[in-house]
């Protein structure tokens, strides 16, 4: 078992695809790079904004893997993502953390899923309380992560990733957002972390120059290129070579920024060709000696007296049940503290639910009112329809950031994720569904029969799953705004194309095939199959003349489909096509979301 790792490149190139309607554009964002990050140091990137050092780290994190060429070595043996990259941890630029879990609940859950059951109880909360003590985060333990500071969220956001002991640390942007204190003391932190024998490599754009003094290496880029690899104390003395002369009271950094951005002439060729884009390792010392004499009693315990070796052993895959337990409660506990979005769900439901039963008062018993009563159903089908395709359509996209930073790090797997995110809200759905139905039933007067009402209610929360799956695919396809779109033109098409407005066999033919795709039109002739047909007896008449005043000749009327079990199995077709398809489009956008 390797303890440190070392990642080496040479001659790496990237060159990203972009298609357009009549042409595909291929652009080099990595020219023919070389170079090396080594265990025992903390090594920075640096270069102005699209010079490729974030392409950079994504490829070597295994971020990235496409549209690459050249050679890439761990410890000298060939880069393999499915071998080294559970041995790595990638930070990313955004501080993607669930809002209303406080901090230990955080780390509890990311420990318990990144470490399955190889740590007892009491060895993951020492575990958690040292590198919290570490992180200075010790008295934040339970606050909620949203009323943390940005330096604070950033140290939890590094906490998270440390509970499985990574060997390499990959950081995007880590101070970004940052004050200049804050900055400083996740750098310090980064550095005690490389003492322990890790990788730790990050992009940053302008450190200040006592940070720049704390890398152990600097790898410079311009352009797709290398301009400098090397020691921070060694970039003087080599700019100095090439006539580059930084002022004594300037920070080599910004000088070195400018110097790629070409404010001093036309320079990075001569840096790239003299440093051999990264293959020259002149200006390289040798890898620190290791430091233990570190005062910070609770870094030494950070493995709890373990070696790398030992920690990797420690490090083991939770199961896919386990995974699926941990999640569905953590999306319990966030759910429950929306508790807005509960009270909002719950009131929509029992409002609707009086002003439709309001709307539609007694006219379950009346022969005057069939048709009534055949818009009841409708109307019941379409408010399930929305109520509960809005409930899902904002999970995906929201939670896409986080999502994608737990995938990528292995707290678990993307089907994990999404059997949690469907059952999680079951219960809630389920409650919504029985308000609006039982309100509007009983107001509506419709049979007091208990296998009509059972059948009416399995119906519609049968209805509500298959728009929660329409939800979720609608969600796993689009931005936020984009599902609003999607809702906005398809969920009227629904309606209009459901057989109350238009019947499909007085549908032109070259509609027909929307007629069969519309869910709702199977729920409403599931419901009106259920309410007016199964051999319903003759409606009380109040009028003079009723003309449907048997329920059977109402529905031979509209042409409409008195087959329940095809309607339902129609139904359920539907609910799977919509899950299953919203999870392999999920499981591409996270394998795809560079």
């Not at 501080?95 to 879990?101: C, D, I, K, Q, S």
């Not at 990050?202 to 400098?228: N, Q, V």
């Not at 790239?272 to 002149?282: D, P």
Request: proline fraction near 2%; charged fraction near 15%.
């Amino acid at each position: 078992m390797m303890n440190n790792l070392s990642i080496k490149f040479d001659n790496l190139t990237y060159r990203a695809r972009r298609y357009g309607f009549f042409k595909k554009e291929e652009k080099t964002i990595l020219n023919g790079i070389s170079g090396e990050f080594r265990e025992h140091e903390l090594s920075a990137i640096l270069g102005p904004s699209g010079c490729g050092k974030s392409s950079l780290l994504n490829i070597l994190s295994t971020f990235m893997t496409d549209g690459i060429s050249g050679s890439i070595t761990i410890n000298n043996e060939h880069w393999n993502k499915t071998k080294f990259k559970k041995k790595f941890a990638y930070i990313m630029q955004e501080e993607n953390l669930h809002a209303v879990l406080t901090v230990k609940e955080a780390m509890n859950y990311s420990i318990k899923l990144k470490t399955g059951k190889s740590l007892t109880e009491k060895q993951q909360q020492e575990k958690i309380i040292s590198i919290l003590d570490t992180l200075k985060l010790s008295n934040r333990l339970n606050t909620y992560t949203q009323h943390l500071s940005g330096g604070q969220q950033k140290r939890l956001s590094i906490a998270l990733e440390l509970v499985d002991d990574p060997q390499v640390l990959f950081l995007d942007e880590c101070t970004t957002g940052l004050d200049s204190v804050a900055s400083t003391q996740c750098i310090q932190f980064l550095k005690k972390l490389s003492t322990q024998g890790r990788t730790v490599i990050c992009t940053i754009h302008t450190p200040s120059a006592l940070m720049f003094e704390m890398f152990d290496h600097i790898y410079a880029m311009a352009r797709g290129e290398c301009i400098y690899q090397g020691s921070s104390q060694n970039l003087v003395p080599f700019l100095k070579e090439l006539d580059l002369i930084c002022p004594s009271t300037y920070n080599p950094a910004d000088f070195l920024l400018e110097i790629a951005n070409n404010d001093y002439g036309a320079q990075n060729s001569r840096l790239t060709e003299t440093i051999e884009n990264g293959k020259n390792e002149f200006y390289r010392k040798p890898s620190n000696c290791l430091n233990n004499n570190n005062d910070d009693v609770n870094f030494q315990k950070f493995t709890n007296g373990t070696t790398l070796s030992e920690e990797s052993k420690l490090s083991s895959p939770s199961s896919f049940i386990y995974q699926l337990a941990l999640l569905v409660s953590r999306n319990y506990i966030i759910s429950h503290r929306n508790i807005t979005l509960i009270i909002q769900r719950l009131l929509i439901s029992f409002v609707v639910g009086l002003m439709v039963g309001g709307m539609y008062l007694g006219i379950g018993q009346e022969g005057s009112h069939t048709f009534s009563t055949f818009k009841y159903i409708f109307v019941s089908a379409f408010f399930l329809l929305y109520i509960s395709y809005y409930s899902q359509q904002t999970s995906f996209p929201l939670e896409l950031p986080i999502v994608k930073r737990e995938v990528f790090n292995r707290h678990y797997s993307s089907s994990a994720y999404y059997l949690a995110l469907s059952l999680t809200d079951i219960p809630m759905t389920i409650i919504c569904t029985l308000i609006y139905l039982l309100i509007t039933y009983f107001m509506t007067d419709q049979p007091h029969d208990v296998e009509r009402a059972t059948a009416f209610f399995s119906i519609g929360l049968l209805t509500s799953f298959v728009a929660q799956g329409f939800g979720h695919f609608a969600s796993s396809m689009f931005e936020l705004q984009g599902t609003l779109t999607f809702a906005a033109i398809f969920l009227p098409l629904y309606g209009i194309f459901s057989g109350i407005f238009i019947l499909m066999k007085d549908a032109h033919w070259l509609f027909h095939w929307i007629f069969q795709i519309s869910f709702i039109k199977y729920s409403l002739d599931a419901g009106a199959t259920v309410i007016l047909g199964w051999n319903r007896e003759k409606l009380h008449c109040s009028e003079d003349y009723c003309h449907y005043q048997i329920p059977k000749k109402f529905l031979n009327t509209i042409d409409l489909n008195q087959n329940l079990w095809l309607s339902v199995q129609a139904l359920i077709i539907f609910l799977i096509v919509f899950r299953l398809t919203a999870f392999i489009i999920m499981r591409y956008r996270l394998k795809n979301f560079k």
